[in-house]
């Protein structure tokens, strides 16, 4: 939701039960997960 533009405040606002800091953690994940993976890169087009 972050990616797509959603502020954390809008997120709380609809999700009433999350945290700020359950969306800083869940962030956090996020780019550990992304940091862990090889992306392949396309050549030529």
Known sequence: MVAA???IERIRADFP???AEDVHEALLYAA??????ELPLRCGA
Do not use: D, L
């Open 17 to 19: 039960q999350i945290t």
């Open 32 to 37: 550990a997960a992304v940091a862990e993976r």
């Open 5 to 7: 533009g959603m502020s």
